[in-house]
Structures are given as C-alpha cells and as structure tokens.
C-alpha cells in the first residue's frame, strides 16, 4: 500500500509476502489499527516506510519481515510515528538499522506498552 499526501484509516488488515514494502507512507498520516504485516521484504524496510509521516500504529503485528537494509519491520525517515500496542517479533535488517524499528535522521516516535522480540 502506498500513501503519499494522505491519511487513510485500515483496519483489520493483512500485508503479507510481498516482495516491497507492506505499507510506505510519504508525507502521510494513515491511522492503522489491528493489522498484520508478516513476511514482506524489500531493499529498504519490508513491514512499514514512513518517509516525513506521521502514522499512528495501535494493536498491530510485525513478524517475520526483512530487508536488505534499513528496518526490518518499521523504517521512520523524519517521521513521527505513534505505535501503542504493538508487537514485533522475528523481523531483520542485513546489513544497517535495526530489525525491529529503525529510527532515522529527525524521527521521533513514540512507542508504547509494545513487545519487541528476536529481531536482528
């Protein structure tokens, strides 16, 4: 899914195997609640992208996700991300960042009550 200048609302929702990213979001503020990103790969991050966003993550899980570099689950380039009861579990980064969330250059999240487990 990609969002650029929007701020959709999903629920519910499974992002799995695709080989790019789940979801990316350009200058977006999705609001994504109860939703599963498993399996997803790409160059950079393969669960979530958020380049100069502001998305709001609430109930959702991260598991077995993987780039080659930068966030294996969720990549934030100068983004704000508000991720509440989430969890992240068994995702990778080969080579830079880190495999669970991987927080860049102006990001500024803020997680809460979350699990962030066997990521590399």
């Known amino acids: 899914m990609y969002n650029d200048s929007s701020s959709p609302t999903v629920t519910n929702c499974t992002f799995s195997d695709n080989h790019g ?6 200058s977006s503020s999705p609001t994504v609640i ?14 979530g992208y958020n380049y100069s966003s502001s998305p709001t993550v ?3 899980t991260f598991s077995g996700n993987s780039t080659a570099d930068f966030g ?7 983004s704000s991300p508000t991720v509440t009861n989430c969890t ?13 969330m991987d927080n860049q250059q102006l990001s500024s999240p ?3 009550n979350c699990t962030f487990s066997g990521n590399s």
């Open 72 to 78: 294996g689950a969720m990549y934030n380039y100068s």
């Open 110 to 112: 803020v997680v809460t």
């Open 34 to 47: 109860n939703c599963t990103f498993s399996g997803n790969s790409a160059y950079v991050d393969g669960g």
């Open 58 to 60: 609430t109930k959702c």
């Open 88 to 100: 992240f579990s068994g995702n990778s980064a080969n080579y830079n960042g880190g495999g669970g």
């Open 21 to 26: 990213t789940g979801m990316y979001n350009s």
